[in-house]
């Protein structure tokens, strides 16, 4: 009788027979490339200029635990690297993936960009704890005894600044991103109080702070919970370099002057939490 794998090809760091044809040829630049069995398509895929589409957009953090980094990165080579029509479902659904290591040891963060509230419903489908797909994933080598680690922070985009051609654009391979959160009187308040802070004197604070890109929004079924009576709302700053995202985690402390004057306006609400993701490599979607 035909024996089936448990654990879906693209799960379990079997390379595919294609993968080397696939493999992208390194650019020279600043910023590093991301494993080296990136697939080629995914990479021309991201080169073309794209429109902006009007309807709603969604970040969701996902962070877990892994056997070791490179071992998830291989795993992350052999879904790109798949025939289009063996690559894991979310693939579709998904603009960009924003992927790198957290600041814990053996800790990643994946980061999934996605426009359109049907399929940010889908991808929460196929993540759901008693779905089929999440439990291949978790029986992969990879992901094996760290089921329970995967946490998930999910936030819509009410903010983005600067914009670009797309949403997603701004963010570069190699760079460092800073996700924060904290609680709010009012997330619908804060999205433009935030907004105007991130884009006065033509974005001195982004300049002042090394950021290059910001995301905002309130969050919604997330790990990351706001207080009694406040709403949550969570950030994605982009970061060039580890330093700069250093300086600002010492701004980003509820006892600092900064934000300790936000709290004690009642602007602001314990508890603070944050995420370091990078540097990043980037996968396209559909």
Known sequence: AETVEKTPRYFSMTP???????????????????????????????ARPTTRIMSAKYIQVASHDVSGCAAWEKMVAGMVAAPEAEQP?????????????TSTQNNVSVCHCIEGKENLDKVQELFKPDSEFLKGFTQSPVMKDHADSMKWNNFEVMVEYPKGESTWSGVEEGDILGVYSHGVPSAAEWAKIFENAVSADEGAMHKNSGIVKSFGGKMFDSEWKAAEGAEAVAVIHVFKSLDDKAKFDKMFDPTGDFFG??????????????????????????
Not at 89 to 101: E, Q, T
Not at 262 to 286: H, Q, R, T, V
Request: proline share 10%.
């Open 89 to 101: 479902p979310h693939m579709a659904l998904i603009k960009k993936f924003w992927c790198g290591k």
């Open 261 to 286: 004057g936000m709290i004690a306006a009642g602007g602001a609400f314990e508890p603070f939490y944050s995420l370091s993701n990078g540097p990043i490599f980037i996968l396209d979607g559909k």
């Open 16 to 46: 595919f027979a294609s993968a080397a044809a696939r493999r992208p040829t390194p650019v020279p630049g600043k910023h590093a490339a991301g494993p080296a069995d990136r697939s080629a398509s995914a990479r021309a895929r991201a």
